[in-house]
């Protein structure tokens, strides 16, 4: 299925010459912030935000604004139609008609695809319940390339959340295309990271390990991701409270870290890194925050320059058969197709909007 306008969903349908390109735009309007400040001049954005954001949100706001264009939108679905009952398709159809580009945060996993497909805008997702956050992966590459200097070579400790945390999804999508990164998975048995990302970790060539404690760790690592675990993903409060706490990144452990080091984390925290660690020269969470609105800057730009097309769903629907991963977004808007990729011989399939994986 095509669409006639490109869209951000995922930033693996793109080359990483694409990523780097749109990096290097977001240096150089960090740099020279006036060269672009009337680029989106009578340019309209909405964001369709359904989940709660403050960072997402707001970042892509400044961006639209600081290029000169303007902004239309909805922060709670409850103020909309949405509360009325209007389905995923009528909303994007109609305000896509009003804008010349659409951002959309959803809790369920597929939804920027879904929207994307009744889209008469490019769409950009903003984070598809538990599944991926592109957007953020931009962030923090580029404060990788602006911190660090290189996006390759590098040992990366990710810890906390690894099964529901969408920037690690992407996160781990994106660094494992470059050479020679190494990852360590730092958390419960509970909260590790889904095989299908793994499997696409190793199959760009990269490695990775899995550990328990931050302590353990720490020593060998070049970036350390921290993540809050996700509540609102939890089938139940105790499941919750049950992993709550057990990673706490402070003083004392930051002892044993390098020199060089850099702590990350997507934001908000909670209380997975103490208030003390803020002040230590390599936590770069606020910097991180920060040059989110320059790479946002460029995805804007680009895509609304851009005259491409996008296939969005390449795979077939198999009779009767429907995804099932009940957070995708197949099985709460009925009207979409169950569309799977992988077929033939193979008895593996995979959802194209969540990526669950189904034998047949
Ligand atoms: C993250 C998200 O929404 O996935 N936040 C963000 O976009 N900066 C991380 C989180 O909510 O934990």
Request: aromatic share 8%.
């Amino acid at each position: 299925m095509f669409s006639n306008f490109q869209h951000l969903i995922d930033l693996n349908d793109y080359p990483v010459a694409w990523w780097n390109s749109l990096l290097e735009l977001g240096v150089d309007i960090k740099n020279n912030p006036e060269k672009y400040a009337h680029e989106c001049d009578n340019k309209i954005m909405a964001t369709l935000f359904y989940e709660p954001s403050t960072r997402t949100q707001m970042s892509f706001q400044t961006a639209m604004l600081r290029l000169g264009g303007r902004i239309i939108g909805f922060d709670n679905p409850a103020t909309s139609s949405v509360s009325k009952g209007e389905n995923l398709k009528d909303t994007t159809k109609v305000v896509s008609n009003y804008a010349d580009i659409l951002v959309i945060r959803h809790p369920v996993a597929g939804s920027a695809k879904a929207a994307a497909i009744s889209a008469d805008c490019p769409v950009i997702n903003a984070g598809d319940g538990g599944h991926l956050h592109p957007t953020q992966t931009l962030t923090d590459l580029l404060t990788l390339k602006i911190e660090k200097n290189k996006l390759s070579d590098m040992t990366i400790g990710l810890c906390g959340d690894l099964v529901n945390g969408r920037t690690v999804h992407s996160l781990c999508k994106a660094l494992s295309c470059y050479k020679n990164n190494k990852f360590i998975l730092i958390s419960t048995p509970e909260l590790k990271l889904p095989f299908y990302i793994k499997d696409i970790i190793t199959a760009n060539g990269s490695t990775f390990e899995e550990a328990s404690s931050i302590e353990d760790v720490i020593d060998k690592l070049d970036v350390l991701y921290m993540t809050r675990i996700q509540r609102e993903r939890f089938t139940s409060e105790q499941e919750y409270l049950a992993q709550k706490n057990i990673y706490v990144l402070d003083r004392l452990k930051m002892i044993k870290a390098k020199k060089d080091l850099i702590v990350l984390h997507p934001l908000p925290r909670v209380d997975e890194i103490a208030i003390e660690v803020d002040d230590d020269p390599r936590a770069l969470y606020f910097n991180q925050a920060k040059y989110g609105v320059y790479v946002r800057m460029a995805l804007i730009l680009t895509m609304l320059k851009s005259q491409a097309s996008s296939e969005l769903l390449k795979g077939k629907v198999h009779n009767g058969i429907r995804c099932k991963n009940p957070k995708c977004i197949t099985n709460s808007e009925l009207y979409l197709p169950a569309s799977f990729t992988g077929s033939g011989d193979n008895t593996l399939i995979e959802c194209e909007f969540c990526d669950e994986r189904m034998l047949i």
